[in-house]
């Protein structure tokens, strides 16, 4: 998405030192740019329609408009930058409910360095966040009658795929990068990404999350 040139980065959180962190952070990577800070999801849109960043990371409790309700309307975009969560909890049934609406991931806020700059590049590139431990924790914060019901619709959706597909997609799930779901697999990176691309339109899904939650959700990982 970004091509050549670096990340474009928009960081909205109300704490001014976490902006100020994930700015210093973010700014020491020389692929990585910010280019515009919001203290609100209020902030979003006219931030979004002016500095067209790549990757937007939206702290999840904000006081006038939350992450999830800023997410959940730029995921409605038909042109839309990637949109990761930040969060300070390991399981924050909002998030859950941002991944459902399209967010490409989510970012806990004491990750290390490293892992957070490299959580942005891999999302700018196309390949959505997921840490199987702490989604295996979100999904656990969903009351079980909503789990029960929503199981049975994921099997019956998950059904259209082949069974090829469906090995994909519990790696996927699992949170394998295309690289190491290859190795496992026995298959090149393209034809990997291809299976997954497959699994997305066949399903109607938007995004390799939506993908892992749908698996998780039929009770296959």
């Known amino acids: 998405m970004a091509g050549l040139r670096p990340v474009r980065v928009a960081v909205v959180d109300d704490d001014p030192l976490v902006r100020k962190g994930l700015r210093l952070l973010l700014a020491s990577a020389p692929d990585l740019e910010i280019v515009a800070e919001g203290a ?16 937007v990371l939206l702290d999840v409790r904000m006081p006038r408009v939350d992450g999830l309700a800023a997410a ?3 995921c409605a975009r038909r042109r839309r930058p ?17 991944l459902r609406a399209g967010a ?7 990750a290390p360095p490293r892992e957070l700059v490299e959580a942005v590049r891999r999302v700018a590139a196309g390949e959505p966040i997921l840490s199987p431990a702490v989604t295996r924790r ?3 914060r969903v009351a079980d009658p909503v789990i029960h019901d929503r199981r049975a619709a994921a099997e019956t959706l998950l059904s259209r795929a082949t069974g090829r597909e469906r090995e994909v997609a519990r790696t996927v799930a699992r949170g394998l990068s ?7 697999l026995g298959m090149s990176v393209p034809t990997v990404k291809a299976h997954v691309s497959r699994l997305l339109t066949k399903l109607g899904l938007e995004n390799r999350v939506q993908l892992a939650l749908l698996v998780h959700d039929a009770g296959e990982v």
Do not use: C, W
């Not at 490409?104 to 004491?110: E, F, I, N, V």
């Open 82 to 98: 990637y949109v990761v969560m930040l969060t300070t909890f390991h399981a924050d049934a909002y998030v859950l409910r941002a």
């Open 104 to 110: 490409s991931g989510y970012l806990l806020k004491d």
């Open 178 to 184: 295309n690289a190491q779901i290859g190795a496992e």
């Open 40 to 55: 609100d999801g209020a902030d979003v849109p006219e931030m979004v329609d002016a500095h067209h960043p790549d990757v």
């Open 72 to 74: 959940e309307r730029l």
């Open 138 to 140: 979100l999904i656990e």
